[in-house]
């Protein structure tokens, strides 16, 4: 088991820490409302990561194989899920950081999970390496939370430079400019993703 635990690291190093739908997310919303305000959104996504892993590891695949527009469709969505969010960003005024009022929440990483084809791709990719014929529930239940916290470890990561290296711009004058960068930067990710469904 620790053998399988550590190929399996090495192979989703890359594959976690490469900029993405859900580190561009993350390393933005870091950035603009500050590490601890996202820790919901977190949270939301790696449960939700979880929980399709643990799924796909127990056969959901077959149904994406048997609808081989399944990915298509969830990519779709998935790109006009993260416009809306640059949308967001481009409208957005100067956060508050004393009231909170502006944050993202538990049900935004959930959502994100769920329409980021990019996941699917890369836990079918890892089931088909590691996951033996012979698999129990515990293999699955081991590479689900393995996968699960080296995502976590990554987002968080990605969320946590965010906010330190711009924490100094997060005042008046900056946050408009700011916002529009992080716009840009969002859409670029939906397009990016839309692109890949062709």
Do not use: C
């Not at 892993?53 to 056969?59: E, L, N, Q, V």
């Not at 957005?92 to 999970?113: C, H, Q, R, T, Y």
């Amino acid at each position: 088991m620790i053998e399988l635990t550590v190929a399996l690291i090495i192979f989703l190093f890359p594959l976690a820490y490469s900029p993405g739908p859900g580190n561009m997310f993350f390393a933005a919303n870091g950035a603009r409302f500050g590490f601890k305000k996202i820790i919901p959104a977190i949270v939301g996504y790696h449960i939700a990561t979880w929980i399709v892993t643990f799924s796909i590891g127990f056969g959901f695949s077959e149904i994406a194989e048997r609808y081989p527009r399944f990915f298509q469709y969830i990519g779709y969505a998935g790109s006009f899920y993260v416009l809306y969010l640059a949308w967001i960003f481009f409208n957005a005024g100067k956060v508050d950081e004393k009231n909170g009022s502006e944050k993202i929440s538990f049900w935004d990483g959930v959502i994100l999970l769920v329409l980021n084809p990019k996941a699917y791709v890369i836990i079918s990719a890892m089931f088909s390496q590691f996951l033996l014929i012979d698999s129990n529930v515990k293999l699955i239940l081991l590479i689900t939370t393995v996968f699960t916290l080296n995502n976590l470890l990554a987002f968080s990561l990605w969320a946590y430079i965010g906010d330190r290296l711009l924490r100094q711009f997060r005042n008046e004058r900056n946050s408009k400019i700011l916002n529009v960068i992080f716009s840009v930067i969002l859409a670029g990710v939906a397009l990016w993703m839309f692109v890949k469904q062709f």
